[in-house]
């Protein structure tokens, strides 16, 4: 703590109340619960879960309302309580063919096995606003899941397999060795990183950043311009293997969303050509996050493919270190406290500086007056 802070515990103590009426509201609005939040602005809770990495809807519908709806508070209180927790175990990879798709779409086919499934979207709304949910008492219930298609929620297999199968593009292998992935959480970055470090920093990162990025190079630095091979959105099996039973067992689902973009590569020296694969995974449904996301981890991949770095969105190190905006809100923020020692020594080196320029000219003005009265 500073210690300029300590002597301020009374203003400290009544800005907190302020805090907690600021975060009430209005008393005669009826306050909105941690429930309510996670049913209604799940969108919001989806990435408070990917950015803070801890997959529960309930913590992050509460650090969201704790945090009067400010995203990146919410995601600091929630990665707080991780810290708290014990680990105990570690879960198999996770396998998206497994999903149980609620959306999944591709740009590039037609014509999908199991059809293009719009599922929850915007993106075939009109973006005006709709009036009648001012009111909100008795809003038209959505459809219940028992009154949708059999079909809804199976697996489907995905549309750009058969690129695969063809040569046309890049099959998804591990890495030489198939080295355990490092854990960010538990292993401060170290660069250059390998790929799946990078995939953990962009998942955690923050959105606008990561959007910033990835469209950045869709503007020119580091030009690309990808296709969507596939975008789904779904509940994803969790499985762990208990050393007491030695094989894999389920113990539940997490709501993912996966992207896949695909982008053109002329070949080099040593890759054939065809398409290579930017990927995105984050918990919760997030494809914005999720493509811009693979944007940015196919641009990373540039010295995979022998292709100049001339951008900032290919420097590894510029994008990860500044992506989290935990940290980056930790750096800007401390401004706000005292910095009463560190403001008066700065104070003093700048009147110096002040005083020895003003002896300096003095001295030259000095200096240039007799050779003056001499020319007269």
Request: proline share 8%.
């Amino acid at each position: 703590m500073y210690i300029a802070v300590k002597g301020g515990e009374q203003a400290i103590a009544a800005s907190l109340e302020l805090l907690a009426a600021a975060r009430r509201g209005d008393t005669a609005v009826p306050e909105l619960s941690a429930a309510q939040v996670r049913e209604q602005l799940r969108l919001a809770v989806d990435r408070v879960m990917a950015e803070a990495s801890l997959y529960d809807p309930d913590l992050a519908a509460l650090a969201l309302k704790q945090a009067r709806g400010d995203v990146i508070e919410a995601v600091f209180l929630l990665r707080a309580l991780r810290t708290t927790l014990p680990r105990w175990g570690y879960a198999e990879p996770l396998d998206t063919a497994r999903m149980r798709v609620q959306r999944r779409i591709s740009a590039i086919f037609k014509d999908l096995p199991g059809g293009q499934l719009l599922g929850p979207t915007y993106d075939y709304t009109q973006r005006l606003l709709d009036f009648e949910l001012a009111g909100n008492d008795n809003p038209v219930p959505a459809a219940p899941l028992a009154d949708l298609p059999a079909d809804w929620h199976q697996p489907l297999a995905s549309p750009i397999d058969e690129l695969t199968r063809q040569g046309l593009l890049e099959p998804c292998v591990p890495s030489k060795g198939d080295p355990v992935p490092p854990d960010i959480t538990r292993e401060p970055p170290a660069h250059p990183l390998p790929r799946t470090a990078r995939l953990q920093m962009l998942a955690r990162a923050d959105e606008g950043w990561v959007l910033g990025m990835g469209y950045s190079t869709q503007r020119g630095y580091a030009y690309t311009h990808p296709f969507a091979g596939e975008i789904r959105m779904g509940a994803v099996p969790v499985e762990i293997v208990p050393d007491e039973l030695g094989f894999a067992i389920e113990i539940g689902e997490v709501l993912l969303t996966d992207c896949q973009l695909i982008a053109h590569f002329a070949g080099s020296a040593t890759r054939p050509p065809q398409f290579t694969r930017g990927q995105g995974l984050v918990f919760g449904h997030g494809e914005r996050k999720a493509m811009a996301m693979a944007l940015t981890d196919r641009v990373l991949r540039g010295d995979e493919f022998e292709e100049p770095a001339t951008s900032p969105a290919q420097d590894s190190e510029f994008v990860l270190a500044h992506g989290d905006n935990v940290e980056a809100s930790g750096f800007v923020q401390h401004l706000k406290l005292p910095h009463y020692v560190t403001f008066e020594s700065e104070l003093l080196h700048v009147r110096a500086l002040q005083a020895a320029r003003d002896e300096a000219l003095a001295a030259i003005e000095r200096s240039a007056q007799p050779a003056a009265e001499g020319t007269e």
